[in-house]
């Protein structure tokens, strides 16, 4: 056993959740009919009453949300089909049948946790020894929906940590109308899925080696009429038809604008895998072998009943893509990429059992078919589960992880371990008691006795720790990365 003191340092910056910060969100209180018989109400106001009443509703929530007229208009063309009549309408009235079909969210009513944290991509203007960081954050509103949310702030050279103020309005990025798929990725992505019958076939030689999504809409309905039977269409042609559009609209890109700060952007579910959150993004600085980054993040796609892993990608956070994973090892929750590929390889930590932590190579980001056992639950306090708390951290000595354990009274843990810098697959040192455990002040809240992180930073010597608590709140800590080292227990004995 070996007697290391370990110092944590709990810094006294916390993240609570901010029940005012609202998303304009489209809203539907009921069916189509119900949507209908709301619009005839409101099509049956006095002219002279539409212009005061669109006026007092811009006056109570414009100060609220930014184009707020604009977001009415755009709302109002979401739901113009249901209109009873074609004859044009004033402005003012277009705004207002807008203005019932939205509504407002509060991102982080219920909970802002399970942060990581990676270099922000501007270290300009900085004195020497400081970092500029992002802080990615798990926001949860109504309905335990859950959202990307992000924060920026500065490790000085003392090791203080400055989170900076959100403030301005909250809005969600356009999504790039027609992004280009290609076609060799497409394909590889439909056969990992078993959807490579004849209609797909004939669907994808249609199409040149990258094209956009209009084309493969109009590729794919023109191979639905040609395959339509007297009887109707092959039920396995319409499986693979509604696959091959799912696929694409799960694989999509989105751009919020310049003049948006960063704490104003929110990354909101947007596909059917989706629909009930966004969960547990681990980001991470990814090396190219050309010296140039790009940040990754895999996150827990939730619609409800099932989760899956997903991928999303950005050089500058202003612009996004979502990436579906495939594969037979691409699946359960907890996935985290290494900052650089290994051997030639991407390699990856996951659970694909819930609960032991397991290792991937691949050729291909997207793709995960192999996958081996690394660390089984060993310690009393992760006998129910142990998983990875973001990328593994590249030092001297190899691969530091930092773990979760799961215990008796379901208490979350942190803990850590080293991995050998050649050879991942090697266990070369783990902690046997926890770097971070709920102390009295972080044992309440949402879901009580956690503490969990999605991803640390070294800096200067430094571990620099986000972590939530009790699925509620975010709190800071560091600690020295020698110390965690040297009290590390040797794998082999």
Same mark, same amino acid.
């Given at each position: ?63 609220? &949300? ?27 009235? !277009? #705004? #207002? ?22 270099? &922000? ?6 004195? /020497? ?10 926001? /949860? ?32 990025? !356009? ?9 060799? #990725? ?50 396995? $042609? ?22 948006? *700060? ?17 969960? $547990? ?14 940040? @990754? ?8 009943? +099932? ?6 990608? /950005? %050089? ?14 691409? *699946? ?20 694909? $059992? ?11 980001? &997207? ?16 006998? +129910? ?26 208490? @979350? ?7 050998? !810098?050649?050879?991942? %697959? ?5 902690? %046997? ?6 102390? *009295? ?32 709140? /975010? ?19």
């Amino acid at each position: 056993m070996n007697d290391i003191s370990i110092h944590v340092c709990r810094t006294a910056t916390v993240l609570n959740p901010d029940q005012s910060r609202v998303l304009l969100r489209p809203f539907s209180p009921g069916d189509s009919q119900r949507d209908g018989l709301i619009i005839a109400r409101i099509m049956s106001l006095p002219e002279d009453r539409v212009g005061p009443l669109l006026k007092e509703i811009c006056a109570e929530f414009s100060q609220r &949300h930014q184009r707020i007229r604009d977001l009415f208009l755009e709302r109002f063309e979401q739901v113009r089909q249901m209109l009873p009549t074609d004859r044009e309408l004033s402005e003012q009235r !277009r #705004l #207002l049948i807008g203005s019932y079909f939205l509504a407002e969210y509060s991102l982080e009513s219920a909970a802002l946790f399970n942060p990581s944290i990676v270099p &922000h991509p501007d270290q300009t203007g900085l004195p /020497t020894g400081a970092l500029r960081f992002v802080l990615s954050l798990r926001a /949860t509103g109504e309905g335990h929906i859950s959202s990307i949310t992000f924060r920026t702030g500065i490790i000085h050279p003392d090791h203080r940590i400055e989170v900076i103020t959100p403030f301005g309005f909250l809005t969600e990025p !356009r999504q790039i109308p027609n992004p280009l798929y290609e076609k060799g #990725l497409f394909a590889r992505k439909l056969f990992e899925l078993g959807l490579t019958c004849e209609f797909t076939r004939r669907v994808m030689n249609k199409l040149g080696d990258s094209f956009a999504l209009e084309e493969l809409r109009g590729s794919i309905d023109a191979e639905v009429n040609q395959a339509r039977q007297p009887d109707g269409m092959l039920h396995e $042609d319409q499986i693979a038809a509604e696959g091959i559009w799912m696929l694409a609209r799960s694989n999509y890109e989105v751009e919020f604008r310049p003049e948006q *700060q960063l704490s104003e952007r929110i990354l909101f579910p947007a596909t059917p895998s989706q629909r009930n959150g966004i969960e $547990d993004a681990r980001f991470v600085c990814f090396q190219n072998e050309d010296g140039s980054c790009i940040y @990754y993040a895999t996150f827990t796609a939730f619609d409800g009943k +099932v989760v899956m892993p997903e991928l999303v990608e /950005t %050089s500058d956070f202003l612009r996004f893509r979502f990436i579906t994973l495939n594969g037979p090892a691409a *699946q359960n929750k907890g996935m985290a990429l290494f900052p650089r590929r290994i051997n030639g390889l991407y390699a990856m930590l996951s659970r694909q $059992d819930n609960e032991s932590i397991y290792l991937m190579f691949s050729d291909n980001v &997207h793709f995960w078919n192999e996958r081996k056992v690394l660390l089984n639950p060993t310690f009393p306090w992760e006998l +129910v589960q142990i998983g990875n708390c973001g990328s593994p951290i590249e030092t001297d000595a190899g691969w530091l992880v930092l773990s979760h354990g799961v215990g008796p009274m379901r208490k @979350y843990c942190i803990g850590a371990f080293l991995l050998d !810098r050649n050879d991942p %697959s090697k266990v070369i040192g783990r902690l %046997s008691e926890p770097l971070l455990q709920p102390n *009295q002040y972080e044992r309440e809240g949402y879901v009580p006795n956690v503490v969990y992180t999605c991803g640390v930073l070294l800096h200067k010597g430094e571990l620099i720790i986000p972590y939530g608590l009790a699925d509620h709140a /975010t709190g800071f800590a560091t600690v020295p990365v020698d110390e965690v080292l040297a009290a590390m227990h040797s794998e082999d004995g």
